[in-house]
């Protein structure tokens, strides 16, 4: 069946490297989308990557996808005390239904 | 400002109430969603809705209903079928259903049975 799976917690200290994971099962999932809940808030798209690509950066954000593993990430370069958030992996199979991961807190030390 | 609106941010209900959570959305997109937020647990779906007056149900439907007679407007209501209503309720919606549409969010309504 569908799923997606993060770990729950990460912590980094300000100015470090973020690196949160994520594994998926649906193989024919098309786009992969990592989201942003600040306290209290809805979710922001951050940025998202189609299946067909292995690597996409954007500013601080870089993503790498190996499909092989269903295995998707998300870097956050020079981790800032802004960045203190829950991020959620999602999948986007061939319906309209967007599946979510619980989401990993990520906790920045400064 | 274009956006997703949705009111109230906190309500509380009392067992055996049937409650409704507005979602209204400025942005002239065809596709609407209500997900589900639990502590420790991704988002799950209660219903969606691609078009004016037509919703189809999610993986939670149960305890839930939904409305869609305006493109703008898709109000939740979570009636006492509900056994465990107490969660963060979440809105979303997209320019279509196609795949590489982002899906914007509103802030979230907090509803807790008391």
């Known amino acids: 069946g569908e799923d997606v799976e993060q770990s729950l917690f990460l912590s980094v200290r300000e100015g470090d490297s973020s690196v949160i994971n994520c594994t998926y099962t649906?193989?024919?999932?098309?786009?992969l989308y990592w989201y942003k809940q600040e306290p209290g808030a809805g979710l922001q798209l951050l940025t998202y990557i189609f299946s067909n690509m292995d690597m996409k950066q954007d500013q601080r954000l870089t993503v790498l996808l190996n499909k092989k593993d269903k295995h998707l990430s998300l870097r956050i370069a020079d981790t800032q005390t802004g960045d203190s958030a829950i991020y959620f992996c999602a999948e986007r199979t061939g319906g309209f239904k967007t599946i979510f991961g619980a989401g990993t807190r990520l906790f920045v030390k400064a | 400002d274009g956006g997703i609106t949705q009111s109230p941010k906190y309500l509380f209900r009392k067992e055996g109430q049937n409650v409704t959570l507005s979602c209204e959305q400025n942005l002239n997109h065809d596709a609407m969603y209500w997900y589900r937020q639990d502590p420790g647990q991704g988002l799950r779906l209660i219903y969606y809705?691609?078009?004016?007056?037509?919703?189809q149900k999610g993986d939670i439907a149960e305890g839930y209903s939904v409305s869609r007679e305006k493109k703008e407007s898709f109000p939740l209501t979570v009636t006492s079928a509900q056994k465990n209503p107490t969660a963060f309720y979440l809105c979303?919606?997209?320019?279509?259903?196609?795949?590489?549409?982002?899906?914007?969010f509103g802030q979230g309504t907090r509803l807790t049975v008391v």
């Open positions: 649906d193989s024919s999932s098309t786009y």
């Open positions: 809705s691609q078009i004016v007056n037509d919703f």
């Open positions: 979303a919606s997209s320019p279509t259903g196609r795949l590489n549409t982002e899906a914007f």
